[in-house]
Each structure stands twice: as C-alpha cells, then as structure tokens.
C-alpha cells in the first residue's frame, strides 16, 4: 500500500516537472519569435483616390497693352487694388498723336478736293445721249428676245408634228434656220447694250474707269487713317476691360510707352480653378462631376472641396521631373475662392475620388502582397501565421477593400517581409491606422 503511494507521488512529481518543463520550452519559442507589426480587419468607408498636384489659375483674366506711342501721365491702379469694369487705370499722353490727326486730315481733304475735280469733266449732253442710245438698246434686245422666244416655241412644234409625220422636213429645215437667225440677232442685241452700258458709264466718270479708281482708292485711305488716329486719340486713357484685382502693373508715371508693351495684368479671384495633369493610364476613371479633396501648406491643416469640371479633349506631351516624356491631359477643378486665399500660381494638392465603398471590410494596403499571382494576407491566429487568399477592389494609398477572405475582428500582419512563413509562430505589436 506504501508503495502505490510512493508511486502516485512519484509519478505528480514527474508530471508537474513535464508541465513546467513545457511551459519553459513554449516561453522560450515565444520569446524568440519575430515581433511583426499588426492592425484588425476592419468595416467602414474607402474612398479610391487618383492623387495630383495642380496650380491655381484664373478663368477670367486680361493683359492690357499700349495701343499708342506716348507718356505716362497718371497712373489710378496699383497691384492689388480691386477695379471695375470701365475704371480708368492710367492716362498717357501724346503730341505726336495730335500731329497725325491734322496731317491726316489735310490729306482727307485733298483727296476728296482731286476726286470731285476728276469727275467734274464730264459733259451733261453727251450723257443724254448716251443714255438715249442705252434705252434704244435696251428695247432692241427686248424685242429681240420675244422673237427668239417665239421661233423657239414654233420649232419644237413643227418637231413634234414631222416626227409624226404631219409635216414636211425641208419646212422643219427652213423654221431651224430661222431659229438660228433669231438666236444670232439676240446675242448682236445683248451685246449692243453692253457696249452702250460702258459707253454711258466712260462718259459719267468723265476719264477712264482706272484713273477714277485710284482716286477714288486714296480718298478710302485717308478715311481709314483719320478714323483710326481718332480711334487711337480715344485710347490715350487705358481702362480696365473686367471686374478684378490689378495682378501685375508695369508702368510708371512719367514713362514713355510704345505700342505692344505690357502695362497690366487684370484678373478675377472669383473665377480661380486648379490646372493639373492627369496621366493618360488615369484619365478613363475621371469624369465631369467628381468631387474633389484640396489641400496644401498654403491651407495650412486645412482641406476645401472642389469639383471636375473641364476634361481636355486631347493628350499632350510633358516632361516629368525625372526628365521622362509623359503623355499627360489638362484637367480644371473649380472650388469656392472666398475670401480669394488661393492667389494665381500657388500649388496644391488635389485628390480626385474616383470611387467610393460604405459599410465594407478594408486592411492597410502593405499587408496584401502576391503568392502565386494571388492576393493574399497574413492572419495571426494562436500566434501562428495563417496564410490567406483573398478578393480585393478599390484601393488607395493606405488601404485596399477586402470583397472575400478575411472577417472583420481578424488580425493581419502589416509589411510582412520574406522570412515570415505559413505556420510561423509570431509576437505583434498592434499599430493604428485610421486614415482612409
């Protein structure tokens, strides 16, 4: 009996010593597993972005340059100033301007003086009587007319009848000759009244139609040049063509001016948008409409929404920073410039969401990688790698949605690397990742 005791003791001891001794062995794999970076599986909202920069610029802007040659008398606007549709900017000044204007005119007036003198040669009675010889013309080839009109009828006749052989065809003959007689004498008397129509007109010009041309051709010239000095002379005060802020100003008072140069650059804050370029691989996944997440230093922490408005219809060709041709498309994104905080120039960030999930599982981006061309994860389950093969959709930068293969709760490794293998037992370090 002492002895089954003994024994039964005995054999606790062993037991206990085995259970110790496998606690120590399990401690000691645990502690010496790799620690890998952890985050759940979790449901919520995924937003696929396509991530640009763009530079704000201005749909409503005018250059305004010199139209004439002058000095700058006084100047009404400067940079930043707001203006108005139809307010004066700046005046210039101009003597030789005046000078033009009363040469020109002289050389009107004495234009106009050589053309009447020209004209003035003609003689009254040989016009009336030209005129005369137009009207018997005239009626010569009316009659003439009536006549062909008449023999042209009668001889589709006397056709028809000699086809149906009611009428003989030497008279058919003797009506086609007198047909063409009528055809002959219409043309003389069209043409007569060409003939006394010039006469008639030499005559009312009183020299020939080439010398009145030129004449007449200086007196259109001199026109032309006064009416454009007087325009010029209406142009030596310079106004602002919009309402907008005065961008750039590049005159000074007491400047002398020539024209085609620069003096401001007028643009409305009100119309600002964002220029980016999009990739040509992108571009089939934006459409007008799309809403827009801006942001950048220049808003400090903060983001404003905009929206696709503008899709260029064509690529073009642009050259990366890395110095490689890239084909790219223009596209606009409008947004509320209250307040005009974003100034023609600056760059920003512009996000566009391309597509957008609710209510759906998503896991960080680097916890999916590739095993055997597959989408898969990590799961951590009992501190042993569980490899998972899973359905994905949209993706952003930082998290990819997750149609099928894990359930929300689960935990998945995040940036796995190489050495970590399928039944590998692990220590993680759970991380936070809650930007979307």
């Known amino acids: 009996m002492l002895k089954r005791i003994l024994d039964k003791k005995s054999a606790m001891k062993w037991a206990a010593f085995l259970f ?16 890998v970076r952890v985050e759940t599986v979790k449901r919520g909202n995924i937003i696929e ?9 201005l749909d409503t802007a005018e250059k305004i340059y010199a139209r004439i040659e002058g000095f700058v008398d006084g100047i009404n606007a400067y940079e930043g100033d707001e203006v108005e549709a139809g307010n004066k900017l700046l005046e210039i000044s101009s003597d030789n301007l005046r000078f033009a204007i009363s040469k020109a005119e002289a050389a009107q007036r004495a234009s106009k003086s050589q053309l009447q003198s020209l004209k003035s040669s003609i003689k009254p009675e040989h016009i009336m009587l030209a005129e005369a010889q137009l009207e018997q013309a005239k009626a010569a080839e009316d009659a003439a007319l009536k006549d062909l009109s008449n023999k042209r009828d009668n001889c589709e006749k006397l056709r028809l009848l000699h086809e149906k052989g009611a009428f003989p065809e030497k008279d058919l003959k003797d009506a086609e000759t007198m047909l063409t007689a009528a055809e002959s004498s219409f043309r003389n008397a069209f043409q007569a009244v060409k003939i006394t129509q010039y006469n008639l007109d030499i005559l009312e010009e009183g020299v020939s139609k080439d010398e009145i041309k030129v004449f007449e051709a200086n007196v259109t010239a001199a026109n032309v040049q006064v009416e454009e000095l007087l325009y010029d002379k209406g142009r030596t ?7 907008g802020t005065v961008l750039e100003k590049n005159v000074e008072k007491g400047q002398i001016v020539m024209p085609g140069i620069l003096l401001y650059e007028i643009g409305n804050y009100d119309s600002a948008y964002i220029r980016a370029d999009v990739l ?14 801006i942001s950048g ?17 064509k690529a073009e060709g642009r050259v990366s920073s890395l110095g490689i041709e890239q084909q790219r498309v223009e596209v606009r994104i409008k947004f509320d410039n209250a307040g005009s905080e974003l100034k023609p120039g600056y760059t920003l960030d512009a996000d566009i969401a391309v597509q957008e999930k609710s209510n759906t599982l998503y896991v960080p981006d680097k916890s999916v990688f590739k095993i055997d061309g597959k989408d898969s994860v990590f799961v951590v389950k009992n501190s042993r790698l ?39 037992r692990v220590k993680f370090k759970k991380i936070n990742l809650d930007s979307r």
């Open 20 to 35: 110790a001794a496998a606690s120590a062995v399990m401690a000691f794999n645990l502690n010496s597993a790799p620690e």
């Open 297 to 313: 230093d220049v808003l400090n922490d903060e983001e404003i929404q905009g929206e696709v408005y503008y899709i260029a219809p």
């Open 237 to 243: 005060d310079v106004y602002s063509p919009i309402r």
């Open 49 to 57: 972005l396509v991530e640009l920069q763009g530079k704000v610029e």
């Open 386 to 424: 569980e490899p998972r093969t899973i359905v994905s959709g949209l993706e952003n930068d930082d998290f990819i949605e997750v149609i099928s293969g894990v359930s929300e709760g689960e935990i998945v490794v995040v940036d796995p690397d190489s050495e970590l293998k399928p039944g590998k």
């Open 280 to 293: 040509v691989d992108d571009i089939a996944k934006i459409e007008k409409g799309q809403k827009v997440i």
